[in-house]
């Protein structure tokens, strides 16, 4: 059977993702969505047995689930047999609520945050098609984006994404350029003017990376790439790493401009946040770019440096390809495989997450979150040093307010009652 959205004449409108204060694990906006999903009439998004397109999504927030699926089902195109795989976040509820939902949606429900890399590389293992096409929850997709997998077949092509645009209909980006600090671009309007003489023959963009709000790439590709890096953890950075993988291994990283699709910038990692989640991602953004460096410090050092001024920076992001920084191989040169893995790529069992993957999770996240407390602890202790008394200074009073808030977090309780029920698989280091 294929994917078609059942009409609701009166279906109400989707709740509002944006985060309730007083709210934090999102329980009132959960009862919210179930009230509304009980109105609307699920949409059937039915795989075939035989996909030749996997469609892989994860979702955190339930004010996300209603409006996804049905751009998603109203865009599908019925002649391109697909699946369409869903990793479910540790929200309470949030796996009933698109079971509810949706018909024929491969659900995986994770007992605890995996991070963005080890989701993604637990559902494309599972897939089984040859075309993965990766989404954000906040993306809304349009009628033709599945031509996106038809581009693949253009010559050295390993990655292809569309023009994103927001949700007034302006340019976010149509790809990315990556500068010599690793700090990455956008081609937006500030610098779109260069692009027209930079396509090729096909008329595809080379750029060094396209957004994982929509990217379809081959599942072969992934496999021989050793997948997404799980070291850029819970997240941020994980598909520019893959990105620079694949350009790295002679195949072409391209954005087409013929496909547009709507995507609510950084609702993946927002920062309206509470103050503990705030704190995470400004420690997230940092760590990751540090470890991005380290790894692809001698690609980097073919990059030009980062430009003061927009005028540069046009001419910074012209000068990529008159510098012939994307040179086509006839073939991928081999495989780069990730250095770290939480899942081991573990094989799901019956859309289960195994508990092995869950343990591993938990302590990396432990590592992280403890990481992220030194660090803010440091950051309080030197703004301490440049004031006479450290009771004057509001930054300090701050941090401390974050570290309690990353301490009261859903992640944080869960990692503490691990502790508690398995003290000794903790202590050896086998969670």
Request: with cysteine; hydrophobic share 40%.
């Given at each position: 059977?294929?994917?078609?959205?059942i009409n609701?004449?009166?279906?109400?409108?989707?709740?509002?993702?944006?985060?309730?204060?007083?709210?934090?694990?999102?329980?009132?906006?959960?009862?919210?969505?179930?009230?509304?999903?009980?109105?609307?009439v699920?949409?059937?998004?039915?795989?075939?047995t035989d996909?030749?397109?996997?469609?892989?999504?994860?979702?955190?927030?339930p004010g996300?689930v209603?409006?996804?699926?049905?751009?998603l089902?109203d865009?599908?195109?019925?002649?391109?047999?697909?699946?369409?795989?869903v990793?479910v976040?540790?929200t309470?509820?949030?796996?009933?609520?698109?079971?509810?939902?949706?018909?024929?949606?491969?659900?995986?429900?994770?007992?605890?945050?995996?991070?963005?890399?080890a989701?993604?590389?637990?559902?494309?293992?599972?897939?089984?098609?040859?075309?993965?096409?990766?989404?954000?929850?906040?993306?809304?997709?349009?009628?033709?984006w599945?031509?996106?997998?038809?581009?693949?077949?253009?010559?050295g092509v390993g990655?292809?994404g569309?023009?994103l645009?927001?949700?007034?209909?302006?340019?976010q980006?149509?790809?990315?350029?990556?500068?010599?600090?690793?700090r990455?671009?956008?081609?937006?309007?500030?610098?779109?003017?260069?692009?027209?003489?930079?396509?090729?023959?096909?008329g595809l963009?080379?750029?060094?990376?396209?957004?994982?709000?929509?990217?379809?790439?081959?599942?072969?590709?992934?496999?021989?790439l050793?997948?997404?890096?799980?070291?850029?953890?819970?997240?941020?950075g994980?598909?520019?790493?893959?990105?620079?993988?694949?350009r790295?291994?002679?195949l072409?990283?391209?954005?087409?401009?013929?496909v547009e699709?709507?995507h609510?910038?950084?609702?993946m990692?927002?920062?309206?946040?509470a103050h503990?989640?705030?704190?995470?991602?400004t420690f997230?953004i940092?760590?990751?770019?540090a470890?991005l460096?380290?790894?692809w410090a001698p690609?980097?050092?073919?990059?030009p440096?980062?430009p003061d001024?927009?005028d540069?920076?046009?001419?910074?992001?012209?000068?990529?390809?008159?510098d012939?920084?994307?040179?086509?191989a006839?073939?991928?040169?081999g495989p780069r495989?990730?250095?770290?893995?939480?899942?081991?790529?573990?094989?799901?069992i019956?859309?289960?997450?195994?508990?092995?993957v869950?343990?591993?999770?938990a302590s990396?996240r432990?590592?992280v979150?403890?990481?992220?407390?030194?660090?803010?602890?440091?950051?309080a202790?030197s703004?301490?040093?440049?004031?006479?008394?450290?009771?004057?200074?509001p930054?300090?009073?701050?941090?401390?307010?974050?570290?309690?808030a990353?301490e009261?977090?859903r992640?944080?309780?869960v990692r503490?009652?691990?502790?508690?029920?398995?003290?000794h698989?903790?202590r050896?280091?086998r969670?």
């Amino acid at each position: 059977m294929r994917s078609r959205r059942i009409n609701e004449p009166h279906a109400p409108q989707p709740t509002s993702p944006t985060t309730v204060l007083g709210d934090p694990d999102g329980t009132l906006l959960l009862t919210a969505a179930r009230v509304a999903s009980a109105c609307v009439v699920p949409v059937d998004l039915t795989g075939e047995t035989d996909p030749e397109l996997s469609r892989v999504v994860i979702l955190r927030e339930p004010g996300f689930v209603e409006p996804f699926f049905a751009a998603l089902s109203d865009s599908s195109d019925p002649s391109v047999r697909s699946e369409t795989i869903v990793v479910v976040a540790p929200t309470p509820g949030l796996a009933d609520l698109v079971r509810s939902m949706t018909r024929g949606v491969r659900v995986i429900d994770c007992p605890i945050d995996l991070g963005t890399a080890a989701a993604w590389n637990l559902a494309v293992g599972a897939a089984r098609s040859p075309w993965i096409a990766l989404l954000h929850e906040d993306t809304v997709l349009a009628p033709g984006w599945e031509e996106l997998m038809g581009l693949l077949r253009n010559r050295g092509v390993g990655v292809v994404g569309p023009r994103l645009v927001n949700s007034d209909g302006s340019t976010q980006c149509t790809g990315w350029v990556v500068f010599r600090d690793g700090r990455c671009v956008p081609i937006d309007d500030r610098t779109a003017a260069t692009t027209s003489e930079a396509r090729r023959s096909d008329g595809l963009l080379d750029v060094d990376l396209v957004s994982s709000a929509c990217m379809v790439f081959a599942t072969d590709t992934w496999r021989r790439l050793g997948g997404f890096d799980e070291r850029y953890f819970p997240a941020v950075g994980v598909d520019v790493d893959f990105c620079l993988a694949v350009r790295e291994s002679g195949l072409r990283v391209v954005c087409t401009d013929r496909v547009e699709v709507v995507h609510a910038s950084g609702a993946m990692m927002r920062a309206d946040r509470a103050h503990g989640d705030r704190a995470l991602r400004t420690f997230l953004i940092r760590r990751n770019h540090a470890l991005l460096g380290r790894q692809w410090a001698p690609v980097l050092e073919r990059r030009p440096p980062f430009p003061d001024a927009d005028d540069e920076l046009r001419m910074s992001v012209g000068r990529y390809w008159k510098d012939s920084l994307f040179e086509i191989a006839s073939d991928a040169r081999g495989p780069r495989v990730a250095d770290r893995s939480i899942t081991g790529f573990d094989q799901l069992i019956d859309d289960r997450v195994p508990e092995e993957v869950s343990f591993r999770a938990a302590s990396r996240r432990t590592e992280v979150l403890e990481d992220c407390i030194a660090w803010s602890v440091r950051e309080a202790m030197s703004a301490d040093d440049e004031v006479d008394a450290p009771r004057e200074c509001p930054h300090a009073e701050g941090i401390g307010a974050r570290l309690a808030a990353i301490e009261r977090s859903r992640t944080w309780k869960v990692r503490g009652a691990l502790v508690r029920l398995l003290p000794h698989r903790w202590r050896s280091g086998r969670l």
